[in-house]
């Protein structure tokens, strides 16, 4: 990735949207350099996410909409800062502000997961333009931004793609649209100084089948191990995903998910470009018992 997505750029875009708003950037916390930067200013109340890439642009006019939309509601989600016209602009970077959730124990768990999953995916259809579930499409503009990609491991990516493609959406078809999350994970819940846990992240979320939602705590824990996380989401939502009739075709979505998100800044990293080669490799090798460690985990450059 250009030193534009780096994390001195991002620290630097920060703080100008800092000034923008009128707030102080000190004591700005980075939560996550990903797709996104998060940067957490507990001190003014806010949370801001940064684009790390232009080819997934529109999706911060898509969460700031949902951002509105879940607020009207009473969803339970997270809420926009008040009072900040959004998206918010910062040269070639653009950004959405959140509210700041101070973090209230007990952490949230599988089960506060399966009782949120429930109540979002009984919302209605947002009526707004959302998007439908399309990994393979999400993949590929991934790919088409990953500079420094192995043209061997690009090629595979692709493949992989053009077979999945229209298995997924002969499965869209099948099922009932509904309002999916797209990256539902306790690491995408907080809990409200009232007790409610509430989700965040909503880049992926689009209307597809609802099982996509279940797919991530299970392929999660196949993938980075743990014991009775799939089994307490399972209890806590009513059903057990790795029993439908298309668990096959989930896991794999999930699975190109996992491993193309880091496509694009596998040169920020050493450490980051290692685990991604892993993944990829036992995926060639059809390997569904290797072990995976999350990207979040591991070092940046800095």
């Not at 703080?15 to 990903?34: D, F, K, M």
């Not at 989600?77 to 700041?100: F, K, N």
């Amino acid at each position: 990735m250009s030193e534009r997505f780096s994390e001195a750029a991002m620290t630097a875009a920060m703080r100008e949207i800092a000034a923008t708003l009128g707030v102080s950037p000190e004591a700005a916390q980075l939560l996550q350099l990903t797709n996104n930067a998060v940067f957490a200013l507990p001190r003014s109340g806010i949370v801001i996410r940064i684009a790390r890439t232009h080819q997934l642009l529109d999706r911060v006019t898509k969460v700031v909409q949902l951002g509105r939309w879940f607020a009207g509601i009473n969803a339970p989600t997270i809420r926009l800062a008040p009072v900040v016209e959004q998206p918010v602009r910062v040269g070639d970077h653009v950004a959405s502000v959140w509210s700041y959730v101070q973090p209230q124990p007990p952490a949230p768990t599988v089960r506060d997961l399966g009782l949120v999953l429930r109540e979002f995916h009984a919302l209605d259809v947002a009526p707004i333009a959302l998007p439908t579930w399309d990994p393979v499409g999400d993949a590929r503009r991934r790919l088409a931004d990953a500079e420094g990609l192995d043209p061997n491991d690009h090629d595979f990516l692709m493949k992989w793609c053009d077979r999945l493609e229209p298995q997924l959406v002969a499965l869209s078809h099948r099922e009932e649209p509904k309002l999916v999350h797209g990256d539902a994970h306790v690491g995408n819940l907080l809990r409200e100084a009232t007790g409610r846990t509430v989700m965040c992240d909503f880049d992926a979320t689009c209307i597809g089948p609802w099982q996509v939602d279940l797919a991530a705590v299970a392929v999660g824990e196949a993938r980075f191990g743990g014991t009775g996380l799939h089994r307490g989401l399972a209890s806590a939502y009513g059903y057990d995903v790795t029993s439908d009739q298309s668990w096959t075709l989930l896991r794999e979505a999930r699975e190109l998910k996992m491993i193309v998100a880091a496509a694009p800044v596998i040169t920020d990293s050493p450490s980051v470009a290692g685990e991604f080669a892993d993944r990829l490799q036992s995926v060639r090798k059809g390997d569904l018992k290797a072990r995976w460690k999350p990207f979040a985990d591991l070092a940046p450059s800095r």
